[in-house]
């Protein structure tokens, strides 16, 4: 292990192939229960298994999209990445460097791993200060790193704006001056400010209309392409992640069920789940293809089923799926958490 | 009967401002038959709900209605008394919004607020209305309806609330359903569900509906027509299979090829230079003009008005027409 400790700006000679791995990644919440609660349960804290045992690695300038439904865990493992939560056990690497264990070591190696990782949030109406203006929005990063002298600001900051398509003038505005689309436009010119290697989207496009979703999403793949940047893209939304991603993983209730290069994953799943995902997805230029009907809901991650989380919705289940659960197991170029498949059933 | 359930003619919606009076809906006019499903697209701000809130009379003030007509069965509904509007609302015309839980009272039992609007609308007694309100909940597919009738709407997943509030709107036997986002809120998985429910029931019940959504996927599954709205007015209406697949105004084509589809096989997805315009600067002429490619000096000036083009009708100078292929 060469994250602790490490200084992170120590950068293998050649380039290493992978730049972002994630290794048994899990996080558990523990609920706050009143102690009435929990005397008449005669239970302790309840706890629930946001994350549970994920592993994957992110080539270099390569995109990982993780696809699931709310709930499923995909915005917790996005902030475990970037550092905004500390796993429970597990490690999250960058770059060869140990996230959490970096993060809160010692002051000038943390700062130098922030900026090498940067991350969208999903509501860009939530996540720009209302009373910042778009200058500063962009500039902060690269103050409050040191990369720039304050003079140098206006001209690093047109540059950005005027690389995510907005206009210098744009500066001496506010957020709620601006669209959706554009405040997204603006969400992303600070997150690539510090010219970050490892890009965290969560849920980048889906508070905006489609044709602006189309506008933002091409210009994440040109920044991406461009900059090389490795990326980690949360969606629930399994077509827009065929725009963008190189491999996708599928999420359920926490743990990866599937984990597939994207021609893979769209031509042949393999895991019932990843099919039911598909079959639900509307889709426009398919006409009258009916969609499938979906059986039932998430479960409460409070109390998951026992076996593979996944058997009270899955049409192939039998006595195993609901004893014993799957592991993550390779199958051709994918991974895939599944008896039926494993077995040949499927 | 034969004339459209539905009328809406030349309606016109506008916001008092400090810096003047902005026009959020101008001119929009569309009818719906019995039983049949509208759908209504367009981008946030396009004025989709603000069409379907002045139909029910639940504009939000300072916004007016400031010209037009709605009709119901060829009787206005636009200048009601406030008292015979609210009559109407859930009894003739069922609202299901975007978030379930904002359109649920989150102090009372889901049983209790079915009772209460199955009592005020229909002429039942506190049994029969319990009786019909547990009916109410299983046609929606809602597992062991009695057992949920005793639970508050924060005991439900947000599904099986959407679930509820589907059964609230047509407890009164509506004949016009409006559904504005009915499914946004929802995953996927579940948002399938949903629309499959919505459109059986309502066909059941041999209801109308208005669906508002942005969501090209869910129109084309679900509606008989749609209207494509931008900037506040209606720019292309037809059959949706037409729109879809032959659309005649410019913004309709931008539109259909941004959405993503899984026929693709990646790579990018085409774009709409711009973004839809502010109230305050909707430009002269045709609105869509500055994002236009075929925008000439017509449309710079002159506003084209609904024309029958092919099989859709569509306001534009210059619409797409394609040789009759296919």
Not at chain 2, 131 to 158: C, K, V
Not at chain 2, 229 to 258: Q, W
Not at chain 2, 306 to 326: D, E, G, H, N, Y
Request: charged content about 20%.
């Amino acid at each position: 292990m060469t994250g602790h400790g490490a200084p992170a700006f120590d950068r293998p000679a050649t380039p290493a192939t992978v730049a972002v791995e994630a290794r048994g990644l899990t996080k558990t919440f523990v609920l706050h229960t009143p102690w009435t609660d929990r005397l008449l349960r005669r239970g302790g804290p309840r706890r629930i298994h946001a994350v549970d045992d994920v592993s994957f690695t992110i080539a270099r300038g390569r995109t990982l999209a993780l696809v699931g439904e709310s709930g499923c865990g995909k915005s917790t493992l996005a902030r475990l990445m970037v550092g905004l939560e500390t796993p429970t056990s597990g490690t999250a690497w960058v770059d060869r460097v140990d996230v959490a264990a970096t993060l809160s070591g010692p002051e000038d190696a943390a700062c130098a791993l922030r900026r090498r990782m940067q991350m969208i949030f999903q509501d860009p109406y939530a996540s720009l200060d209302p009373r910042w203006r778009i200058g500063n929005i962009v500039a902060e990063p690269l103050l409050e790193q040191g990369l720039i002298l304050r003079t140098q600001a206006p001209a690093r900051v047109a540059a950005l704006l005027a690389s995510v398509g907005l206009q210098g003038a744009d500066v001496r505005l506010f957020p709620h001056q601006f669209s959706g689309g554009q405040r997204q436009r603006i969400s992303i010119a600070r997150a690539i400010a510090t010219g970050p290697e490892f890009l965290v989207c969560d849920e980048p496009t889906s508070a905006l209309d489609v044709s602006v979703q189309a506008q933002v999403l091409n210009l994440l793949v040109d920044l991406q392409r461009e900059r090389v940047l490795s990326c980690l893209f949360i969606s629930h939304n399994l077509v827009v992640v065929r725009y963008v991603a190189d491999d996708v993983g599928v999420m359920y209730l926490g743990r990866i069920v599937e984990l597939a290069p994207k021609a893979e994953l769209f031509v042949a799943p393999r895991h019932p789940y990843t099919h039911m995902l598909l079959a639900a997805v509307p889709d426009l230029r398919s006409p009258g293809r009916e969609r499938a009907p979906v059986l039932g809901e998430v479960p409460d991650p409070l109390a998951p089923p026992p076996g593979c989380a996944f058997h009270p919705r899955c049409p192939h289940a039998n006595e195993r799926c609901r004893v014993e659960r799957p592991a993550l197991l390779p199958s051709g170029a994918v991974q895939v958490a599944c008896h039926a498949v494993q077995e040949g059933r499927l | 009967m034969t004339g459209p359930l539905l009328e809406v003619r030349e309606l016109c919606v506008e916001f008092p401002t400090r810096r003047g009076t902005l026009r959020a809906l101008d001119g929009v006019s569309f009818d719906i038959a019995p039983g049949e499903i509208l759908g209504i697209v367009g981008e946030s701000g396009a004025g989709k709900s603000l069409t379907g809130a002045a139909i029910i009379g639940l504009l939000e003030p300072p916004g007016r209605v400031c010209g037009g007509q709605i009709l119901l069965e060829g009787q206005r509904i636009d200048d009601l008394p406030r008292e015979s509007m609210r009559r109407l609302r859930g009894k003739q015309i069922g609202a299901i919004f975007q978030d379930p839980l904002t359109s649920l009272n989150p102090l009372y039992t889901v049983g209790r607020q079915l009772v209460e609007t199955l009592r005020t609308h229909l002429p039942l007694s506190a049994a029969q209305a319990r009786e019909r309100a547990i009916e109410l909940l299983r046609q929606t597919g809602i597992p062991a309806p009695e057992a949920r009738m005793a639970q508050y709407p924060h005991e439900f997943s947000g599904g099986m609330r959407q679930r509820v509030v589907i059964a609230l709107a047509l407890a009164g036997e509506p004949k016009l359903v409006i559904a504005d986002e009915p499914t946004t809120a929802l995953d996927v998985a579940v948002q399938a569900q949903i629309i499959r429910l919505l459109r059986g029931l309502t066909q059941a019940q041999g209801a109308s509906v208005m669906l508002i959504t942005h969501d090209m996927g869910v129109i084309a599954e679900t509606c008989d027509r749609v209207a494509v709205m931008y900037a506040g007015r209606i720019v292309e209406i037809g059959p949706v299979a037409e729109v879809i697949h032959h659309p005649a105004h410019p913004y309709t084509v931008g539109l259909m090829a941004s959405v993503p589809s899984l026929a693709d096989t990646g790579g990018r997805l085409a774009q709409i230079p711009g973004a839809l315009p502010r109230l305050d600067e909707i430009p002269a002429g045709c609105a869509f003009h500055p994002r236009c490619p075929k925008a000439s000096q017509r449309c710079r000036d002159e506003r084209p008005e609904l024309a029958l083009v092919q099989r859709t009708r569509a306001a534009c100078w210059w619409p797409i027409v394609k040789s009759a292929a296919a």
